[in-house]
């Protein structure tokens, strides 16, 4: 029974470049969210997407930043132009939604690093 | 969602009880308190969560204060394994509902 998974684990890219980010949630799961840890800071919440549709983006920076969780295939979260503070521990959750969206299970994690 | 107060850092000894406690005084009448933890770098894990009767299962047990503006998770017979940042969230069950992590409890088992 495969967990949520993310990929790449780890990501380094240069000022100015683009990562891509993918999550692809347990089976029968269609509720996603996406995380982000700063350095010795906690999780904040980022956005929250169900198939085809982002419910609530009130977490994610206005600009760079973007999400999708499509028909098919693997949710995405994208950085723009990326830049030192980018870099973090980027965490996607999946969750059965409606009456148990408190029992939200984690992937491992993408590592970004901004050089 | 309830805002919670939660102790930075708990010892505890390998095979002892481990009692986080958890203040969460300004909870509503809907908002369940749940419990996650952080094992080192790792995503965080679902342990427990409850609304207003003590709940128990494979990980541990939690216990409600009958006006529930506190609460405590306890880990029966901690192992080194459950050396971790645990938290405790209030809030809704709805659909969509965004976790909310503070800075919670770091535990360290000790042998």
């Known amino acids: 029974n495969a967990g949520v998974m993310q990929n790449p684990r780890h990501l380094v890219r240069r000022r100015g470049q683009e990562a891509r980010l993918r999550c692809s949630p347990m089976?029968?799961?269609?509720?996603v969210y996406w995380y982000r840890q700063l350095p010795e800071e906690g999780l904040k919440f980022m956005v929250y997407?169900?198939?085809?549709?982002?419910?609530?983006e009130s977490g994610m920076p206005k600009e760079r930043f973007s999400a999708e969780f499509p028909k098919e295939g693997p949710s995405i979260l994208r950085i723009q132009q990326v830049v030192r503070g980018d870099s973090a521990a980027y965490f996607c959750a999946s969750s059965l939604g409606r009456t148990r969206s408190y029992e939200q299970y984690f992937g491992p994690g993408t590592r970004l690093t901004v050089t | 969602d309830a805002k919670t107060t939660q102790p930075p850092s708990m010892d505890c000894a390998e095979g002892r009880a481990a009692n986080l406690p958890c203040n969460h005084s300004?909870?509503?009448?809907?908002?369940?308190v749940y419990w996650y933890r952080q094992i080192h770098s790792q995503g965080p894990q679902y342990i427990i969560h409850?609304?207003?009767n003590n709940e128990t299962n494979e990980m541990a047990s939690l216990i409600i204060t009958e006006d529930r503006k506190s609460s405590t998770l306890i880990l029966p017979h901690a192992t080194l394994r459950d050396t971790a940042v645990y938290y405790c969230i209030a809030g809704t069950n709805q659909a969509g509902t965004a976790l909310i992590f503070g800075k919670g409890t770091t535990l360290s088992v000790s042998s």
């Open positions: 300004t909870i509503s009448g809907n908002e369940y």
């Open positions: 089976k029968g799961h269609s509720h």
């Open positions: 997407l169900q198939k085809e549709n982002i419910i609530d």
């Open positions: 409850g609304l207003k």
